[in-house]
């Protein structure tokens, strides 16, 4: 079977030209126009991929091909964008930086692989004439890739616009399909080398409705609508969907936790649907406002930016109170990042200290620098809840704490680090009787073993096996 849905790939000719905001600007403007917009972000960014899920009304899938095999990719392409009228997808950094001098992992390549058309956002700025240059040398670069247009960003003025824009029509036979002027201030801070989460903004709908006027001013929408429907039928393939494990009771589901606040919002969508298709009811949990745990069988914590709600987290004595109580007593729980710093004992945040859940041994410094920004390859080493010893996992990683001992009393590290920093450059994947925290994010689009495993885990202790530490669920 194939598929023709209308798609279009924004891309840039280096990380902060804009194309964030102009991507959710174009996804808001279509919305507003009717239309159901399927959005996807290359690569594994949270933060990106938040704001285009509030822009579209509906989630943003990654597309990662570090993470995932171009099979998967496309199977996750074509099944989230099936219920929709349009896909866009904005790329990450530079249109053909990737993973290698070839390329691989780059905006390019998944360009190709997805069949889409490029739109090259361009910052002009102190720049004319050079700019067709530069796209003609892209064009030539990869003669594959199809780049159907182009958007002029931060143009300072008519006269600029105008020689840019007849030399790229006239020298790269491709239009440009927007000219948007240069801005002062802005609805959109950044931090750490992208935007403020929009969890953490007060007015983050009306920086959406602001990026979507620039759009509607600035952006021939219907020539950039005609290009979304130039497309290539995409190939479906098989779509397999995930099956439920035998030891499961239909009527009996197990019950998995996963915060979900103002902490901690980093989930890969494909991670909770995952868990959802092999037979779990989800309940989401707020680690700020209730008193706490409910009654569950598992608990995934996922990253985020607890540093920022420090305070609010200290306060709540009753939750992590309870959830270290469970902890202690088996509750299988799997925590990424922001979730592992909140399993500490403390948070230092510009020299003031935090109490956290306090069920590992570890206080947790804030850096300027990033302590882990990458890809990474792990091997499990060591006996835990939910891999076999021997799986290698791949992952990202994006922190600005360390973690430091206190002592190492009853935990154990699990992952020996091939690639990434991890807790200390060699290690990581702290395990504590069926509790397992990394500093690495796994996408279950590209690795299913960790739901699986995880889910498992749900299962029998629901059953009453509540002391299954270093037992393989098979």
């Excluded at 910052?123 to 182009?150: H, N, Y």
């Excluded at 602001?210 to 479906?236: C, G, Q």
């Excluded at 004992?345 to 850096?367: A, S």
Aim: hydrophobic share 40%.
């Amino acid at each position: 079977m194939f598929t023709a849905v209308p798609r279009i790939t924004i891309a840039a000719l280096r990380g902060g030209s804009g194309k964030t905001i102009l991507s959710l600007g174009i996804i808001a403007a279509l919305r507003d126009k009717g239309h159901v917009v399927a959005p996807f972000k290359k690569g594994p960014d949270f933060i990106d991929a938040s704001w285009l899920t509030l822009a579209a009304g509906r989630s943003c899938h990654n597309l990662d091909p570090f993470l995932m095999t171009h099979a998967q990719i496309v199977q996750s392409f074509v099944s989230h964008s099936k219920d929709a009228d349009i896909s866009v997808i904005e790329g990450n950094r530079g249109l053909f930086d990737g993973f290698d001098v070839n390329g691989r992992c780059s905006t390019a390549e998944l360009g190709k692989l997805l069949k889409t058309p490029v739109i090259i956002v361009v910052d002009v700025t102190m720049t004319s004439r050079t700019i067709a240059a530069v796209i003609l040398g892209c064009q030539k670069f990869d003669p594959d890739l199809e780049i159907g247009a182009v958007i002029l960003n931060r143009v300072a003025g008519s006269r600029q616009e105008s020689i840019i824009t007849r030399c790229v029509e006239r020298y790269c036979e491709v239009p440009v399909v927007g000219a948007v002027p240069k801005f002062k201030g802005g609805f959109f801070p950044e931090r750490h080398m992208g935007l403020v989460p929009y969890q953490e903004r007060e007015h983050a709908n009306r920086a959406i409705s602001w990026a979507k006027a620039i759009v509607e001013s600035y952006l021939d929408m219907d020539e950039i609508f005609r290009l979304m429907h130039r497309t290539t039928p995409l190939n479906t393939m098989h779509i397999e969907q995930d099956k439920v494990g035998s030891a499961l009771d239909q009527n009996n589901p197990p019950r998995i936790g996963f915060i979900r606040d103002r902490s901690f919002w980093f989930y890969y969508p494909e991670n909770l649907e995952h868990l959802r298709n092999l037979g779990a009811e989800l309940v989401e949990i707020d680690s700020i406002t209730e008193d706490k745990l409910p009654d569950i069988d598992a608990l995934y914590i996922g990253g985020g930016f607890p540093e920022t709600q420090a305070e609010a987290l200290a306060d709540n004595k009753g939750f992590r109170d309870s959830l270290r109580e469970k902890i202690e007593l088996g509750l299988p729980v799997y925590a990424e990042c922001g979730g592992f710093m909140y399993l500490g004992e403390t948070i230092i945040v510009d020299e003031k200290t935090y109490p956290m859940v306090g069920v590992l041994p570890i206080r947790f410094t804030l850096h300027e620098k990033p302590q882990g920004h990458g890809y990474t390859i792990l091997e499990v080493s060591g006996d835990n809840p939910f891999y076999s010893v021997g799986e290698v996992l791949r992952g990202h990683e994006f922190h600005y704490s360390k973690a430091v001992f206190s002592s190492l009393g009853d935990i154990r590290l699990v992952f020996k680090v091939h690639r990434g920093c991890g807790i200390d450059g060699e290690r990581d994947g702290i395990c504590k009787k069926n509790l397992l925290a990394t500093y690495t994010h796994i996408h279950s689009g590209g690795n299913s073993l960790w739901g699986e495993g995880f889910f498992k885990s749900a299962v029998m202790y629901k059953k009453g096996m509540k002391c299954c530490e270093l037992d393989r669920l098979k």
